[in-house]
């Protein structure tokens, strides 16, 4: 199955051309595996083109850089061909990395990422000072800064929009941020954050969604419409929007530092097939493309027109279980009643049944990486435990089965995106866990379609992932913390509470690496989330533009870019 291109693309003559959907037998297959907050995220072919066209490495991380004012014109609109719709456009609400492209453009936040993946000051003028015992951080911010519609920045705008991520319902932030009791506001300048307990987490949560300041003036008026017509600081602001087709963002002459902006206008245009948005780089429609396809990698790194930037993701693939969510996310749990879902036997023979290192081999080429836990092998928090890895074993997945009274084959439905190559992906594990006693049913959905089926429970074993944050809290309590916010899995374990809240209160490091540790074993005991594999995120971009920068958060920085001269 195919789903329907924006009507904008018929007049491509390659717009029509899909690829035979191949099983595991097939050499090299291409992946794009869409997930909550992640984008299709595939590996490129053998090496890698960097911003001056030279060929990298395999596996070596290529960011792009910096635009040079001097070698930029100014002016034009800049074409960026998008894997999926991005979902609401509201920071407390949306839940997918295409939302987080745009916001990039538009909606700046207390702090940012380097792509060292260090955490920098954005919107505030230096990191948080966090008192001695942990339950006060206080923000500065910069002056001066103007809202989209002509609003003033200031304390009293941020402390409206983080009461608005803890307090609005639905809000997918209110666990990223912590145990907050209030926000004070001493001056204009200044934001103080009080808890009620540490949380150590919470500055790398205001590098993302939860740090981006709204319009207060904006809020008042749209409240929970806000995605309608979002207001925030940024490079460019919200101009229009065509579901299934098409976003775009105009400059904002009000920008604090709109000198740096070069470009008039970004347009998010929606591409869902792989082999189009190449396609459609190679001709110019398009300047550029995300999640580029192991298929068209190989000739784009040879097109002198294009470079190919890639960087490991700080996120994951995988495969989440429905376990207690059959009245809808963030209501009371309540068991699906399935041998998957009441029975961690089941779902540990599932997970036994993938072979993880074919699929990194076969499907991959072996750029991704073998995955079997939120936490990456790059991150500070890392340690062997959380790094171990059960070992493909299909004639113990069996015997599990065999013990918890399941007759095989055991039928599994799995929702998964209905784009090309989500579905080779499908297929490649379908053919895998039969050998495991599975007989998975694949259920293809629209991407919104996913995203809206997670949540009301409506599901049995659903493909998603994860683009990653820097603090392992934010890829792990709200997936698999009871009162996680985007906890579709339904999940609830008090042990795993534990040790997700200590972790999150602990200030020391060593404490906090062996707790995050614990919580990767007790995970593979219960295998809410099937860990598969860590992605390394691909971007096709056009030689005629200059400063389009991807970063291990997967977000492609397009704000300071420009065509060259």
Not at 313 to 327: A, E, F, K, M
Not at 520 to 531: A, E, F, G, N, S
């Amino acid at each position: 199955m195919t789903r329907r291109l924006p009507l904008s693309l018929n007049r491509f003559t390659l717009s029509n051309r899909r690829r035979k959907v191949a099983g595991i037998g097939a050499a090299v297959i291409a992946l794009a595996l869409v997930g909550t907050a992640c984008s299709p995220v595939e590996p490129a072919g053998n090496s890698s083109s960097d911003s001056s066209g030279t060929q990298a490495p395999a596996g070596q991380d290529v960011f792009g850089e910096p635009a040079d004012a001097a070698q930029v014109k100014q002016g034009g609109t800049l074409t960026v061909a998008l894997s999926a719709d991005p979902d609401k456009l509201d920071p407390t609400l949306s839940r997918s990395l295409y939302s987080r492209y745009v916001f990039h453009t538009m909606c700046e936040k207390l702090y940012d990422l380097g792509s060292d993946a260090k955490i920098v000051p954005q919107l505030a003028t230096a990191l948080p000072t966090i008192s001695s015992d942990g339950l006060s951080l206080t923000i500065p911010l910069k002056q001066g800064v103007k809202f989209a519609d002509g609003g003033t920045l200031d304390s009293n705008a941020v402390k409206i929009s983080l009461n608005r991520d803890l307090t609005l319902a639905g809000s997918a932030r209110k666990s990223e941020l912590g145990p907050i009791t209030s926000i004070e506001t001493p001056d204009p300048k200044t934001v103080v954050i009080k808890l009620s307990k540490p949380f150590a987490p919470l500055t790398a949560a205001l590098a993302d969604r939860a740090g981006m300041v709204l319009s207060p003036a904006a809020v008042a008026k749209l409240g929970a419409n806000f995605s309608n017509a979002p207001v925030c600081v940024g490079p460019f602001k919200f101009a229009s929007r065509v579901a299934q087709n098409s976003i775009k963002v105009v400059k904002d002459p009000q920008y604090y530092d709109a000198a740096k902006v070069h470009l008039d206008a970004i347009e998010y245009r929606i591409i869902t097939d792989s082999s189009i948005r190449s396609a459609n780089l190679k001709s110019g429609d398009a300047q550029v493309a995300d999640s580029l396809s192991t298929q068209d990698t190989p000739s784009l790194q040879k097109d002198d027109t294009v470079s190919v930037l890639q960087s490991q993701s700080l996120g994951y693939q995988g495969l989440t279980i429905n376990i207690g969510n059959s009245s809808g996310v963030g209501n009371p749990l309540k068991s699906l009643g399935t041998p998957l879902a009441k029975d961690p036997r089941v779902r540990q023979a599932l997970a036994l049944s993938i072979d993880r290192e074919a699929l990194v081999k076969s499907l991959f080429g072996g750029l991704n990486t073998v995955a079997c836990s939120p936490i990456s092998p790059k991150s500070e928090f890392t340690s062997d435990t959380a790094q171990v890895c059960p070992a493909h074993d299909p004639a113990k997945a069996k015997q599990l089965l065999a013990d918890a009274g399941v007759k095989t084959p055991y039928k599994v439905e799995m929702v998964t995106s209905n784009n090309p190559d989500s579905l080779r992906l499908a297929q490649a594990l379908q053919g895998m866990v039969k050998e495991g006693g599975f007989d998975l049913v694949i259920k293809p959905v629209e991407y919104a379609a996913l995203l809206d089926q997670q949540d009301r429970g409506d599901f049995e074993l659903l493909q998603l992932g994860w683009s990653g944050r820097v603090d392992p809290d934010a890829n792990i309590f709200n997936f698999v913390g009871t009162t996680g916010s985007q906890n579709v899995s339904g999940y609830s374990s008090p042990d795993l509470d534990k040790l997700l809240t200590d972790a999150r209160q602990s200030t020391d490091q060593a404490q906090r690496v062996k707790l995050y540790g614990d919580v990767v074993t007790k995970l593979q005991q219960d295998d809410p989330i099937i860990y598969m594999y860590r992605q390394r995120n691909l971007t096709g971009v056009s030689k005629k533009l200059l400063g389009i920068q991807v970063y291990p958060d997967g977000v492609i920085r397009t704000a300071f870019a420009g065509f060259a001269k």
